[in-house]
């Protein structure tokens, strides 16, 4: 009886262990070797003190069966400035990892460098060492970090921003009334999430064609060189007068530039990537020459509720790579009955994009509503009355798809090929230059690009 249950209970436990998954039993073979879907993993430029978005790492068991990893380890254990995540925990050590046949194993990783030197970059160095039996692999870490100027609140009067080291902007930031900021040529602003500049005083942006002034999004990755309403822009106020902005990139925020009751001119500037406007501009002075606007979810340029607009050597251009537009128009002026009056003064610009109307002007017969418009290219059929008359000599619905009036609208090059119908087709102005500081010919072309 006895020898029977034995029997049975041995043949029991052969069946379990006979039944147990393939994928499943822990590989003897002190030969094979783990795979990883990258060799390094590498972070751009990051800021020292500032914690990094992660990068993501595969490891894969290529085998049938399962492998069981010893020791998954950062080779700077305590001191490194990297961390891992195991399994939805982290830190810098990790024992006893299995990985079914053919499963993989998904690691996290992020950076924090210590502050380096001012204007010095600082490398950093690790490795994820992987120990399986008698092997020991790694996957090699490397970060560069930058110092950084952390901004927050109000800002001292009469600041000048000139640092090599990146300015970030950090929840609400004001330059209050009766107070300056300039910001030299060659600085570069970045903005965390939901950042705003309050201008209630002066600002004055002072790039130049060679080292122009950078404000975006403070992710630095290639996937966010274009992402849309990372923070919210630059706001100017009633009491803020006589801003200029010369020579500057503005990107990745909810309205690039919002104008309310004041006085603006920007100058040479690509304002693109937003998920409400480029400017919105009410009530308000506003002059642009040689500027940029593209890649913005509802408009490109609006002006509402009276105010004075002069754009000359402009190019706005949209279209619908990364997003649904819903009929909104790029250029929009927009009066209401018991508005203010409202000029608009239109020269040499090109307005462009996907869609089959890209101007709007409400009303356009009213006594409070002054239109002025010369040597553009207009995108629309609503409008062809006002803009055709030969006196203005606007191009209205020119035969160009985007790659004929641009080079490469979708890589957002927006200079003119030899075939463009903008080349050469404008009336000479006060404007000399182009938006790269390059001399216009006589006559020049339309558009910010000579």
């Known amino acids: ?125 690790d490795s994820i060492m992987f120990r399986t039996s008698q092997n020991t692999q790694k996957v090699r870490l490397l970060a560069w970090s930058q110092k950084v100027n952390i901004i927050t609140g109000n800002i001292a009067c009469n600041t000048i921003w000139n640092s090599p080291n990146p300015y970030i902007l950090k929840d609400s930031v004001f330059i209050n009334e009766n107070c300056n900021l300039e910001i030299k040529e060659n600085v570069r602003v970045f903005a965390f999430n939901n950042a705003i500049l309050k201008v209630k005083g002066n600002l004055k942006i002072s790039g130049t064609a060679e080292k122009p002034v950078k404000i975006s999004y403070f992710r630095q990755e290639e996937d966010y060189q274009h992402t849309l309403g990372q923070w919210k822009g630059i706001f100017f106020y009633p009491t803020s007068q006589n801003n200029q902005i010369n020579y500057a990139t503005i990107k990745n925020a909810q309205i690039g530039l919002s104008v309310n009751n004041t006085r603006l001119s920007v100058n040479q500037t690509t304002i693109e990537s937003m998920s409400i406007a480029g400017i919105s501009a009410e009530n308000a002075v506003v002059t642009l020459n040689n500027c940029l606007i593209t890649n913005c979810i509802e408009r490109l340029f609006k002006g509402n509720f009276g105010g004075r607009y002069e754009l000359n050597h402009c190019t706005l251009a949209n279209y619908e790579f990364n997003f649904n537009r ?48 010369g040597y553009n290219i207009f995108k629309t059929t609503a409008y062809e009355n006002i803009l055709s008359d030969n006196s203005f000599n606007n191009q209205l619905n020119v035969d160009a798809d985007a790659d004929s009036l641009f080079k490469n609208p979708s890589n957002f090059n927006f200079k003119l090929p030899i075939t463009s119908p903008a080349r050469t087709k404008g009336v000479s102005s006060s404007v000399l230059i182009d938006i790269l500081g390059k001399t216009r010919a006589n006559p020049p072309s339309i558009g910010s690009y000579e």
């Open 326 to 373: 819903d009929g909104n128009e790029g250029l929009a002026f927009i009066n209401q009955e018991d508005a203010p009056r409202m000029e608009i003064s239109l020269f040499n610009c090109i307005f462009w994009g996907n869609l089959q109307e890209e101007v709007l002007f409400l009303p356009t017969n009213s006594a409070d509503f002054s239109l002025f418009a």
């Open 1 to 125: 009886m006895k020898n029977t249950f034995f029997l049975t209970f041995l043949l029991l436990v052969l069946f379990v262990v006979a039944c147990k998954p393939q994928n499943e039993v822990i590989s003897q073979d002190n030969e094979q070797k783990l795979t990883f879907s990258e060799d390094a993993i590498v972070f751009d430029t990051i800021f020292a003190g500032q914690r990094t978005a992660t990068r993501r790492l595969r490891v894969y068991n290529p085998t049938k069966k399962a492998f069981k990893i010893s020791e998954i380890r950062l080779g700077g254990q305590a001191i490194s400035p990297y961390k891992i995540i195991v399994g939805g925990d982290k830190g810098t050590n990790f024992n006893n990892i299995d990985i079914f046949g053919g499963d993989s194993l998904l690691i996290l990783v992020e950076a924090n460098v210590p502050e380096a030197s001012i204007g010095d970059i600082k490398l950093a160095y």
